[in-house]
């Protein structure tokens, strides 16, 4: 069974960091894209940052390149989301999600909720003022 578990919920106050990481297992990791999501009270769940772990292509949203980094350990089936500069703008809940790239095509990693088809359990990272 595909399994996705994210880890690194915490609070934080604002300008902090704080680093999530997700662990995969139950597929072929290198065939498939691994995204973090979000998801605030009273907000649809978005796109944060999304990976295709066998070449390194990357998607970020507007509001937190420059903030935050996603990286995998293909050899640890991991991926990682290195966040800085954090503001309470990104207090939600996080979730770790994957896809495999047939699904995505030319479009990998892809970044809508809805093109991820395996979803672990979210951690919540909150930003203080």
């Known amino acids: 069974d595909v399994q996705l578990q994210a880890f690194g919920a915490g609070l934080v106050q604002a300008g902090g960091s704080l680093g999530l990481s997700c662990q995969a297992s139950?597929?072929?990791?290198?065939?498939?894209?691994i995204g973090w999501f979000r998801q605030a009270p009273g907000k649809e769940r978005e796109g944060v940052s999304c990976?295709?772990?066998?070449?390194?292509?990357?998607y970020y949203a507007d509001s937190v390149k420059g903030r935050f980094t996603i990286s995998s350990d293909n050899a640890k089936n991991t991926v990682y989301l290195q966040m800085n500069s954090l503001n309470p703008e990104d207090t939600a809940v996080y979730y770790c999600?994957?896809?495999?790239?047939?699904?995505?095509?030319?479009?990998?990693?892809?970044?809508?909720?809805?093109?991820?088809?395996?979803w672990g359990q979210g951690t919540l990272v909150t930003v203080s003022s």
């Open positions: 990976i295709s772990s066998s070449d390194g292509i990357t």
């Open positions: 139950g597929f072929t990791f290198d065939d498939y894209a």
């Open positions: 999600a994957a896809t495999p790239y047939y699904k995505l095509g030319y479009a990998r990693p892809g970044y809508r909720p809805y093109e991820y088809d395996y």
